[in-house]
């Protein structure tokens, strides 16, 4: 992840920069699938060396996989803020991205045989808190909006993938809790680790 301030070095001229992150909790007996598509679009990611086309698509295919999870929104947050420097963008987007990585079993579960031997004793998982952190160039109003309402979240996540269809993301980053099937986010854990969550 050290080639995001590299990536922002290489555009040339003033411009405007948007960095947000954007939370998502989802909830229900069937969202389990979800995790899967986190997964192998995190492994993408990595075999890809963070090739941001790539990424891009995984970010599309999980936007996507989000908007048909509706049903199933129970709480959103999103934060963000407007940068003319190129090395102030690059700082908060790393901020964003190690509070991400550091939030209650927020790590990946990148292998692609784990839990392979223990498939009958994985607990159902009822509770997926997805982050999604972008910086990309231009106005963005639907992503610089309070997100925490069904509609303005609707909105926020087709835009993301307008921006990458668009081309103009310059940093993609997706963390999500818990990790793998298995793992158990409760209510609990979701308000000491996710506090500013607001329910939709």
Not at 37 to 60: F, H, K, P
Not at 135 to 144: I, M, N, Q, T
Request: proline letters at 4%; hydrophobic letters at 35%; charged letters at 25%.
């Amino acid at each position: 992840m050290s080639n995001w301030r590299d990536r922002f070095n290489k555009i040339g001229g003033r411009s405007r920069f948007v960095v947000c992150r954007v939370m998502l909790h989802l909830s229900g007996s069937n969202i389990a699938p979800l995790l899967g598509t986190l997964n192998r679009v995190g492994r993408e990611a990595i075999d890809s060396d963070g090739d941001l086309d790539i990424v891009g698509e995984g970010l599309v295919e999980v936007c996507q996989s989000l908007l048909e999870y509706e049903p199933n929104w129970r709480s959103a947050a999103n934060e963000g803020d407007v940068f003319t420097k190129e090395e102030e963008a690059g700082d908060y987007i790393t901020e964003l991205f190690t509070d991400s990585a550091q939030r209650y079993l927020s790590r990946g579960d990148f292998e692609e045989d784990s839990d392979i031997d223990e498939p009958l004793s994985l607990s159902p998982t009822e509770n997926i808190i997805v982050m999604i952190t972008i910086a990309c160039e231009g106005e963005v109003p639907s992503l610089e909006t309070n997100l925490a309402e069904l509609e303005a979240m609707e909105d926020g996540l087709k835009t993301l993938i307008d921006l990458h269809h668009g081309e103009k993301l310059r940093a993609i980053q997706i963390h999500f809790s818990p990790a793998q099937l298995g793992d158990e986010l409760t209510q609990e854990q979701i308000l000491m680790n996710y506090s500013e969550l607001i329910p939709l």
